[in-house]
């Protein structure tokens, strides 16, 4: 059974730091394309930021590109999400996703569907 699990959300000041992370089990991590995404109250869920398995390719949402960072660490079976310089429009609950097959990646946009996600984490960022 997969589990994917974030974790690192909370409130932060504008122009602040946080790192999301996210643990997958119960699936090849190394294998797997992974994702964040975050959805705010009233608005469409969207695509942040995702990751190749093997990290050679990175994709970013406009509004965080420049800002937001994408890594993962195979070795932990872990994915993280580096969030600089927050702006309160960043305030969402964000979702860790991984694919739905090892060696496949179908985007980061706000349609993609299938594969793992997990419950999400909270970020707040107050002006």
């Known amino acids: 059974q997969v589990q994917v699990v974030e974790s690192g959300g909370g409130l932060v000041q504008a122009g602040g730091s946080l790192r999301l992370s996210c643990t997958a089990s119960g699936l090849t991590f190394p294998n797997y394309a992974m994702g964040w995404f975050r959805q705010a109250p009233g608005k469409e869920r969207e695509g942040v930021s995702c990751i190749t398995w093997s990290s050679l390719s990175t994709i970013y949402g406009p509004s965080v590109k420049g800002r937001f960072t994408i890594s993962r660490d195979n070795a932990k079976n872990t994915l993280y999400l580096q969030m600089n310089s927050l702006k309160p429009e960043d305030t969402a609950m964000y979702y860790c996703?991984?694919?739905?097959?090892?060696?496949?990646?179908?985007?980061?946009?706000?349609?993609?569907?299938?594969?793992?996600w997990g419950q999400g984490a909270q970020v707040t960022v107050s002006s």
């Open positions: 996703r991984a694919e739905s097959r090892p060696y496949y990646f179908s985007g980061c946009s706000s349609t993609v569907a299938g594969g793992y």
